[in-house]
Nanobody, 125 residues
Framework: QVQLVESGGGLVQPGGSLRLSCAAS????????MAWFRQAPGKDREFVAA????????KYADSVKGRFTISRDNAKEMAYLQMNSLNPEGTAVYCC??????????????????WGQGTQVTVSS
């Protein structure tokens, strides 16, 4: 079992930045693939980014490429999502997720077994 707790959300102006954190606890943390998904009001959950257990393989949604960066610190059992150049379309609840794995980085929510409660990000002037 893996427990995930997100933090770092809040209100930010368009063009601003936020860094989300995901604290994990449980067994064999280092062998989990981590990902971020988001869900805006009235919309389906959307893949944002994923990172494999070593951190060497990442995947991003086209809508965030070049602006968002996913990373992890296995020693601290943390995953991060650095979000730059945010726009109002980034307003959503952001959740981190995990699945046992090594090299592959799935981008479908159905492929992930563990989920946090989410943190709200609001991009507005």
């Amino acid at each position: 079992q893996v427990q995930l707790v997100e933090s770092g959300g809040g209100l930010v102006q368009p063009g601003g930045s936020l860094r989300l954190s995901c604290a994990a606890s449980g067994r064999t943390w280092r062998r989990y693939v981590m990902a971020w998904f988001r869900q805006a009001p009235g919309k389906d959950r959307e893949f944002v980014a994923a990172i494999n257990w070593s951190g060497r393989i990442t995947k991003y949604a086209d809508s965030v490429k070049g602006r968002f960066t996913i990373s992890r610190d296995n020693a601290k059992e943390m995953a991060y999502l650095q979000m730059n150049s945010l726009n109002p379309e980034g307003t959503a609840v952001y959740c981190c997720s995990a699945v046992v794995g090594s090299e592959s980085v799935p981008d479908r929510a159905i492929d992930y077994d563990y989920w946090g409660q989410g943190t709200q990000v609001t991009v507005s002037s």
